[in-house]
């Protein structure tokens, strides 16, 4: 078995010696406390980033960008009344990425000297013109102005690695509690935080100084009756977030009720750990008795915490660029929505189907002031009532649709890594006359509500989906009734979004997200949030997953 | 130089220990040099090379742990960083499950290791893509492939007198063929220890084959049916029976969240839950899948059956858990073997009356732990057979089934070959099912 499977089979909290091997935590292991400690300033950071860009020059790049790299990750992993592991790790070093005989390049070296950065500047160049022998088509790049020196910080109000960790593990432990108290059999709670210290200076003539924070805190509870033999699990409502440690302050004005008769809530930009993980054991103790779901047509609600994955994986993918022109076809896959497929007009979805791709929304996982490769974020239209107008582009693909410019969504997952186009926040605008949930309850006559985000699988093309959830509840005639289980709905994706019959308004809308997203070979790593409000979808497929083994 | 020699390593490692003052103290150092290329569009994107040793230090005051790594091994580097692994041990809450370190250990000798891998240069990995995109230009169609090459050590030493080295080589490959139109998409990977095995050419002949043939696919009516699974559908990055041994912990078993928990407390162990043709073990001589002798924690590793005859007969265990329930630990093992037969997929076909073949499977994640209930697609390369010989292609199925009920559907089990680093056999299923259609190709 190779090394992700071991990482997969034993869970995050595994033996410590192998966790460079779990995304994030790359680099060096350290006390927590050098996560306080500054790393290079500015104007030694731009300093070594343009003797990155004059060696690359100097031996034949006709463009070169490097990005100096400090990320930081701390993970706390609890299970019951336990810590099972508290890591802090440090990742630092240059990536050089040039344009040589029209071909990229790309090197990377921890050693941060002006003769390791050289180095690796002049090993990208020699890596370009020897991949330039077998290239066919050469890089064309949209223009992009420099900005010169400026800076970008994420708006975090605490910066989680100053809070210390005693007061993590308390929290941690006491959502164990939480559930435990209210019939939990089992629960693992984990806490991680990343900080993306980025230098980013290219031959445009931008040198960009950003601090990027990320904070996920999430769990899971599960119930066990030994005398049926069953066990149900419910996972945390909670988003990864672009937020300090506020995010762990629940604050009454970030919760949003769910429908009536639920007891769900759904959380904004604060999140109350121990009120869901009491809800979550409740729940999982009642996913053990509830009805099966008998399968056939149902109207959908969907919470934005559920929504957002299958916004993720039906509109976020099919609309990369990269995956439309093929370069994914060996790994992630294609896409339905190719170039031809956008020109005959074909409605994606209904009328009410707005989506927009943004790296800007405060406190999001892709808000950054300027991409991996300089580019300032924005917001971007990709469907319009139903019809796709736009793909996710970064500035080697711009040119190839016709288009002048990048949508400024390039990311790398470190330093050592070479950047490349990344889902941006892709978001379902609220209606924008008044719908709250319950209302748009009392319209189902036959429907089942689902919260939270499950089991979910899509086609490589993305045509073909299964989504679970965390809880299902039945709706019949404008009413929840009860609690289900069992239940999967499989659509295809324009089908889906065909069917959908409108949002809730903008006091329901919420980000959710993810925390580790894959692509590329090697595989990549990245986070990204999803905004909308609660939806109905009508008549889907809804399948019953109960077997006997 | 990233690979150090069994000398080299243990010299570091005594010198870290010589260097720590906790209870007890291991030490490790891990180190590989990777190269890969990336082609999409029949033309190269993207290349690259790593080299990297890291040392990592793990510290004890009696129950309380601490972990340090550094990557330069000057004594002042490994002085801090042996420090900062005891200062982080030293606040460290005590470790309710903790085991003591391993005393000297008894390994066998790893045979992972080639070195014609090892001699792999960016001119060989270049030809490979080349030869690849070529074979796909002159019949036009495309290809986007991946190759990535790797070297690695791992050298562990304690102040109990464990000390553990080995080395191994890694090959691993995989192409996607399609046809300019869309209409077809094939699939081919491999893995080798020894890279003189290795071929572009041939498996992207293959892939090409498969993407030419499933142009124009057509639909059936979704529902249960025989199937011939190849061994990448069963065992690569997307595979059932990798979700199968995935499942076959202990501790969650004994825990009652596990398809192996028993009604009403305890663990499924020594029942019969598959086909008594299936028998999975591990051992890391085997000649196609060498792999490492010593896991993590440096307990070694051996020859271990898990599924013997359809029954379960053993499960993984840690230290601690072994320890709290009176079983013997298992080592985690490097590969896994599924015994088989002596005939080929083709062999399979010719067998078979009505059914349909999966060269791959994708997007596999899990719908019911209860009852390792899994979904996911077909890809890149389904077809109908009919009467022994594949009559046309199909258009991909999604299916929800769990490789429980699968083995107990077993029609007939292939010739095993290498995937992924494990030995897997093509199996031929009944009633597997497959419950919509997708339009993908």
Same mark, same amino acid.
């Given at each position: 078995?190779?090394?992700?499977?071991?990482?997969?089979?034993?869970?995050?909290?595994?033996?410590?010696?192998?966790?460079?091997?779990?995304?994030?935590?790359?680099?060096?292991? *350290?006390?927590?406390?050098?996560?306080?400690?500054?790393?290079?300033?500015?104007?030694?950071?731009?300093?070594? /980033?343009?003797?990155?860009?004059?060696?690359?020059?100097?031996?034949?790049?006709?463009?070169?960008?490097?990005?100096?790299?400090?990320?930081?990750?701390?993970?706390?992993?609890?299970?019951?009344?336990?810590?099972?592991?508290?890591?802090?790790?440090?990742?630092?070093?240059?990536?050089?990425?040039?344009?040589?005989?029209?071909?990229?390049?790309?090197?990377?070296?921890?050693?941060?000297?002006?003769?390791?950065?050289?180095?690796?500047?002049?090993?990208?160049?020699? &890596?370009?013109?020897?991949?330039?022998?077998?290239?066919?088509?050469?890089? %064309?790049?949209?223009?992009?102005?420099?900005?010169?020196?400026?800076?970008?910080?994420?708006?975090?109000?605490?910066?989680?690695?100053?809070?210390?960790?005693?007061?993590?593990?308390?929290?941690?432990?006491?959502?164990?509690?939480?559930?435990?108290?209210?019939?939990?059999?089992?629960?693992?709670?984990?806490?991680?935080?990343?900080?993306?210290?980025?230098?980013?200076?290219?031959? #445009?003539?931008?040198? &960009?100084?950003?601090?990027?924070?990320? !904070?996920?805190?999430?769990?899971?509870?599960?119930?066990?009756?030994?005398?049926?033999?069953?066990?149900?699990? $419910?996972?945390?409502?909670?988003?990864?977030?672009?937020?300090?440690?506020?995010?762990?302050?629940?604050?009454?004005?970030?919760?949003?009720?769910?429908?009536?008769?639920?007891?769900?809530?759904?959380?904004?930009?604060?999140?109350?750990?121990?009120?869901?993980?009491?809800?979550?054991?409740?729940?999982?103790?009642?996913?053990?008795?509830?009805?099966?779901?008998?399968?056939?047509?149902?109207?959908?609600?969907?919470?934005?915490?559920?929504?957002?994955?299958?916004?993720?994986?039906? @509109?976020?993918?099919?609309?990369?660029?990269?995956?439309?022109?093929?370069?994914?076809?060996?790994?992630?896959?294609?896409?339905?929505?190719?170039?031809?497929?956008?020109?005959?007009?074909?409605?994606?979805?209904?009328? %009410? *189907?707005?989506?927009?791709?943004?790296?800007?929304?405060?406190?999001?996982?892709?808000?950054?002031?300027?991409? #991996?490769?300089?580019?300032?974020?924005?917001?971007?239209?990709?469907?319009?009532?139903?019809?796709?107008?736009?793909?996710?582009?970064?500035?080697?693909?711009?040119?190839?649709?016709?288009?002048?410019?990048?949508?400024?969504?390039?990311?790398?997952?470190?330093?050592?890594?070479?950047?490349?186009?990344?889902?941006?926040?892709?978001?379902?605008?609220?209606?924008?006359?008044?719908?709250?949930?319950?209302?748009?309850?009392?319209?189902?006559?036959?429907?089942?509500?689902? /919260?939270?985000?499950?089991?979910?699988?899509?086609?490589?093309?993305?045509?073909?989906?299964?989504?679970?959830?965390?809880?299902?509840?039945?709706?019949?005639?404008?009413?929840?009734?009860?609690?289900?289980?069992?239940?999967?709905?499989?659509?295809?994706?324009?089908?889906?979004?065909?069917?959908?019959?409108?949002?809730?308004?903008?006091?329901?809308?919420?980000?959710?997200?993810?925390?580790?997203?894959?692509?590329?070979?090697?595989?990549?790593?990245?986070?990204?949030?999803?905004?909308?409000?609660?939806?109905?979808?009508?008549?889907?497929?809804?399948?019953?997953?109960?077997?006997?083994? | 130089?990233?690979?150090?020699?069994?000398?080299?390593?243990?010299?570091?490692?005594?010198?870290?220990?010589?260097?720590?003052?906790?209870?007890?103290?291991?030490?490790?150092?891990?180190?590989?040099?990777? +190269?890969?290329?990336?082609?999409?569009?029949?033309?190269?994107?993207?290349?690259?090379?790593?080299?990297?040793?890291?040392?990592?230090?793990?510290?004890?005051?009696?129950?309380?742990?601490?972990?340090?790594?550094?990557?330069?091994? =000057?004594?002042?580097?490994?002085?801090?960083?042996?420090?900062?692994?005891?200062?982080?041990?030293?606040?460290?809450?005590?470790?309710?499950?903790?085991?003591?370190?391993?005393?000297?250990?008894?390994?066998?000798?790893?045979?992972?290791?080639?070195?014609?891998?090892? /001699? &792999?240069?960016? #001119?060989?990995?270049?030809?490979?893509?080349?030869?690849?995109?070529?074979?796909?230009?002159?019949?036009?169609?495309?290809?986007?492939?991946?190759?990535?090459?790797?070297?690695?050590?791992?050298?562990?030493?304690?102040?109990?007198?464990?000390?553990?080295?080995?080395?191994?080589?890694?090959?691993?490959?995989?192409?996607?063929?399609?046809?300019?139109?869309?209409?077809?998409? +094939?699939?081919?990977?491999?893995?080798?220890?020894?890279?003189?095995?290795?071929?572009?050419?041939?498996?992207?002949?293959?892939?090409?084959?498969?993407?030419?043939?499933?142009?124009?696919?057509?639909?059936?009516?979704?529902?249960?049916?025989?199937?011939?699974?190849?061994?990448?559908?069963?065992?690569?990055?997307?595979?059932?029976?990798?979700?199968?041994?995935?499942?076959?912990?202990? $501790?969650?078993?004994?825990?009652?969240?596990?398809?192996?928990?028993?009604?009403?407390?305890?663990?499924?162990?020594?029942?019969?839950?598959?086909?008594?043709? @299936?028998?999975?073990?591990?051992?890391?001589?085997?000649?196609?899948?060498?792999?490492?002798?010593?896991?993590?924690?440096?307990?070694?590793?051996?020859?271990?059956?898990?599924?013997?005859?359809?029954?379960?007969?053993?499960?993984?265990?840690?230290?601690?858990?072994?320890?709290?329930?009176?079983?013997?630990?298992?080592?985690?093992?490097?590969?896994?073997?599924?015994?088989?037969?002596?005939?080929?997929?083709?062999?399979?076909?010719?067998?078979?009356?009505?059914? !349909?073949?999966?060269?791959?499977?994708?997007?596999?994640?899990?719908?019911?732990?209860?009852?390792?209930?899994?979904?996911?697609?077909?890809? =890149?390369?389904?077809?109908?057979?009919?009467?022994?010989?594949?009559?046309?292609?199909?258009?991909?199925?999604?299916?929800?089934?769990?490789?429980?009920?699968?083995?107990?559907?077993?029609?007939?089990?292939?010739?095993?070959?290498?995937?992924?680093?494990?030995?897997?056999?093509?199996?031929?299923?009944?009633?597997?099912?497959?419950?919509?259609?997708?339009?993908?190709?």
């Amino acid at each position: 078995m190779k090394r992700r499977d071991f990482v997969g089979l034993t869970g995050l909290a595994a033996g410590a010696l192998w966790l460079p091997a779990i995304p994030g935590f790359a680099g060096d292991l *350290v006390d927590p406390a050098r996560l306080l400690e500054p790393g290079l300033d500015v104007a030694a950071k731009k300093r070594l /980033a343009d003797v990155a860009l004059n060696a690359a020059k100097s031996a034949g790049a006709t463009y070169a960008d490097v990005r100096i790299g400090r990320y930081l990750n701390q993970g706390v992993f609890t299970r019951e009344k336990q810590v099972q592991n508290i890591v802090s790790s440090e990742s630092f070093g240059v990536g050089v990425r040039v344009i040589a005989n029209g071909t990229w390049g790309f090197a990377a070296t921890n050693t941060v000297t002006d003769a390791g950065i050289a180095k690796a500047a002049q090993l990208a160049v020699q &890596i370009a013109k020897a991949n330039s022998k077998v290239q066919k088509e050469q890089v %064309q790049l949209a223009v992009q102005k420099g900005y010169g020196e400026v800076s970008w910080k994420a708006p975090i109000k605490i910066n989680a690695f100053e809070v210390p960790i005693k007061d993590k593990v308390a929290l941690l432990l006491a959502a164990n509690a939480a559930a435990m108290d209210n019939g939990a059999s089992f629960v693992n709670s984990v806490l991680f935080q990343v900080n993306e210290q980025k230098y980013f200076a290219s031959t #445009d003539g931008s040198y &960009i100084d950003q601090d990027i924070h990320r !904070i996920f805190p999430t769990f899971g509870v599960t119930v066990v009756d030994r005398a049926s033999g069953k066990f149900r699990s $419910r996972s945390a409502l909670s988003a990864p977030m672009g937020m300090g440690y506020e995010y762990l302050q629940p604050k009454a004005e970030d919760k949003v009720a769910g429908p009536a008769g639920t007891g769900l809530v759904g959380y904004r930009n604060s999140y109350d750990m121990l009120a869901d993980a009491a809800l979550a054991a409740k729940q999982a103790k009642q996913k053990l008795t509830c009805k099966s779901v008998t399968a056939g047509k149902y109207d959908l609600v969907l919470d934005p915490h559920h929504l957002g994955l299958t916004i993720h994986e039906s @509109v976020g993918h099919p609309t990369e660029l990269d995956r439309v022109l093929g370069y994914e076809a060996n790994y992630a896959g294609t896409s339905f929505a190719t170039l031809e497929w956008k020109a005959k007009g074909q409605p994606y979805g209904s009328k %009410q *189907v707005d989506i927009v791709a943004d790296k800007l929304q405060p406190y999001s996982l892709g808000a950054v002031g300027w991409d #991996d490769e300089g580019v300032k974020t924005k917001e971007w239209n990709l469907i319009e009532q139903g019809k796709l107008v736009d793909y996710q582009k970064i500035r080697d693909q711009a040119l190839k649709v016709g288009q002048k410019e990048s949508d400024g969504c390039c990311y790398s997952q470190s330093w050592q890594d070479v950047q490349f186009q990344r889902m941006p926040n892709v978001s379902l605008k609220p209606s924008t006359s008044k719908m709250s949930v319950d209302e748009m309850i009392s319209k189902v006559d036959k429907g089942i509500y689902i /919260a939270g985000n499950g089991s979910f699988s899509i086609d490589q093309q993305r045509y073909n989906s299964q989504f679970g959830g965390q809880v299902f509840y039945a709706i019949e005639k404008g009413k929840i009734t009860e609690m289900l289980e069992d239940v999967a709905y499989q659509t295809n994706t324009l089908e889906f979004w065909g069917s959908c019959a409108g949002s809730c308004d903008a006091s329901d809308y919420r980000l959710a997200g993810f925390f580790n997203d894959g692509k590329g070979q090697p595989s990549q790593s990245s986070a990204v949030s999803h905004g909308s409000a609660t939806t109905r979808f009508n008549a889907v497929n809804v399948i019953n997953t109960a077997r006997k083994i | 130089m990233a690979i150090l020699s069994k000398d080299e390593a243990q010299a570091i490692l005594k010198k870290v220990l010589g260097f720590s003052k906790s209870d007890e103290c291991q030490a490790s150092l891990n180190g590989r040099t990777t +190269g890969n290329v990336r082609y999409a569009r029949n033309s190269v994107s993207t290349a690259g090379a790593t080299d990297n040793v890291s040392l990592a230090v793990e510290a004890r005051f009696g129950k309380r742990a601490g972990i340090a790594t550094c990557n330069e091994f =000057d004594d002042a580097t490994l002085r801090r960083c042996v420090q900062r692994a005891e200062e982080i041990a030293r606040l460290a809450p005590e470790d309710p499950e903790y085991m003591p370190l391993l005393g000297p250990q008894q390994y066998l000798t790893p045979t992972a290791y080639a070195a014609s891998t090892a /001699a &792999i240069s960016p #001119d060989f990995r270049a030809q490979a893509a080349g030869d690849s995109i070529a074979l796909c230009t002159a019949k036009n169609l495309t290809a986007a492939g991946y190759l990535e090459d790797g070297t690695y050590f791992q050298a562990l030493r304690n102040n109990k007198g464990l000390e553990a080295y080995q080395q191994s080589t890694n090959v691993d490959f995989s192409i996607t063929v399609r046809t300019p139109d869309g209409t077809g998409s +094939g699939y081919a990977t491999a893995d080798y220890t020894d890279a003189a095995k290795f071929n572009a050419k041939n498996l992207t002949q293959i892939a090409a084959d498969k993407a030419a043939g499933s142009r124009n696919a057509r639909a059936l009516e979704p529902g249960k049916y025989t199937v011939i699974l190849e061994p990448a559908a069963l065992a690569s990055d997307e595979g059932l029976l990798n979700n199968l041994m995935y499942s076959l912990g202990a $501790r969650e078993a004994d825990e009652g969240r596990s398809f192996l928990s028993k009604k009403g407390g305890g663990n499924r162990k020594g029942e019969k839950l598959f086909d008594e043709r @299936v028998s999975i073990y591990s051992d890391p001589l085997n000649a196609e899948v060498p792999s490492g002798v010593f896991d993590g924690e440096g307990l070694p590793v051996k020859r271990m059956a898990w599924i013997e005859k359809g029954k379960v007969s053993n499960l993984y265990t840690s230290r601690y858990w072994a320890q709290k329930t009176g079983q013997q630990p298992t080592a985690f093992p490097g590969n896994w073997i599924m015994e088989g037969g002596t005939q080929s997929v083709q062999d399979l076909i010719k067998g078979t009356a009505k059914g !349909i073949l999966v060269t791959r499977l994708w997007y596999i994640r899990d719908v019911d732990p209860q009852t390792l209930l899994y979904t996911g697609l077909t890809r =890149d390369g389904t077809f109908y057979i009919e009467n022994g010989q594949i009559k046309f292609p199909v258009k991909n199925f999604r299916f929800n089934e769990s490789p429980v009920i699968m083995l107990n559907n077993l029609e007939a089990i292939g010739r095993p070959v290498r995937i992924g680093g494990n030995l897997v056999p093509p199996l031929k299923i009944r009633d597997f099912t497959f419950t919509s259609l997708s339009d993908a190709v």
